[in-house]
């Protein structure tokens, strides 16, 4: 279930819509809409929306919703951060509740961009579940080109049993090993937020405006076809990676609250890069910190 691009050196990470068509029956697929939107608010950055009421409007015959703040992130109050990734019971009790089992194939998916479904295939990865794609081009490709479509609810699943096998918590790293990187000429800290917010001349902020010392800029936003919402392909993906020496060194991606970094990350994990972690409060926890180096500029 791949898309057709043999440049990636994973290519089973993400499935065209003719792939997920030809295996919508199956009864060990289960197909997982992560839209969440974020509702821009100048108090406190963003409101969070899930996107469950877009989920009822219409969605991939036989998918589940899953809220990512109130089901796959950390609620347990250690943290005011939004996001972050939850304990590994949890996350495997929320699994199982969608129906993910460990012979499951998942398929992730979001309307908008591939962001949301991105997170939740790394939060998959660091707790040891490989079996999972994020569909190219997500909801707005199905519906273009006339797949069918559910309206209403999620249809009942009866509930499965995942377990965490492996906790891989190491591809999710925190300040101290981002600080460690800044001036490391093994480390490369890539920033996925636009290039006004990664210069500090505009959009959003997170306390204070620019980036984290050091880092490079591979936007997001850059990743994706603008007319087919589909990610580039392996080629023009690995020239924007090859621009900012990612390959030659260990790659920590950020951004915002590490949502957006997933997309990033999940790009160069398919073209083979070795080693990827993912800072998961990024600049939420960072810019806030008078104690951490920022730049402009």
């Known amino acids: 279930m791949a898309r057709s691009d043999t440049g990636f050196a994973h290519p089973q990470y993400l499935i065209d ?19 969440t939107h974020l509702i821009p608010d100048p108090r406190i950055t963003y409101t969070v929306k899930p996107g469950r009421e877009d989920f009822e409007k219409g969605h991939i015959p036989g998918a589940q919703f899953v809220d990512l703040q109130a089901d796959l992130s950390d609620n347990s109050g250690r943290t005011k951060l939004r996001f972050m990734r939850p304990g590994a019971a949890e996350f495997a009790a929320a699994m199982s509740r969608v129906g993910v089992g460990e012979d499951s194939k998942v398929v992730l998916y979001s309307t908008a961009n591939p962001q949301w479904a991105t997170r939740v295939w790394w939060l998959l990865r660091t707790f040891g579940f490989d079996n999972a794609a994020v569909l190219d081009g ?28 492996e906790d891989r918590a190491g591809l999710m790293v925190g300040k101290d090993e981002v600080r460690a990187a800044i001036g490391d000429p093994a480390a490369c800290t890539i920033n996925a937020l636009q290039a006004v917010q990664h210069a500090g001349t505009g959009g959003n902020t997170y306390g ?46 950020y951004c915002g609250g590490g949502i957006a970094a997933s997309a990033t990350a999940f790009a160069l994990v398919m073209l083979g890069h070795p080693d990827v972690r993912l800072y998961d409060a990024s600049l939420s926890e960072w810019a806030p910190d008078p104690s951490l180096p920022m730049e402009t500029g």
């Open 208 to 253: 204070r405006p620019g980036r984290i010392a050091g880092s490079v800029n591979v936007p997001t936003v850059g990743l994706i076809d603008p007319e087919r919402g589909t990610f580039l392909a392996a080629g023009a993906l690995r020239d924007k990676f090859d621009a900012v020496g990612a390959f030659d060194r260990r790659v920590i991606t």
């Open 138 to 165: 997500g909801f707005q490709k199905w519906a273009r080109e006339g797949r069918p479509v559910e309206t209403g609810p999620a249809r009942a699943r009866a509930p499965a049993e995942f377990v965490v096998r």
């Open 17 to 35: 819509t003719d792939g997920l068509a030809a295996h919508l029956g199956d009864s060990d697929l289960v197909v997982l809409d992560c839209t």
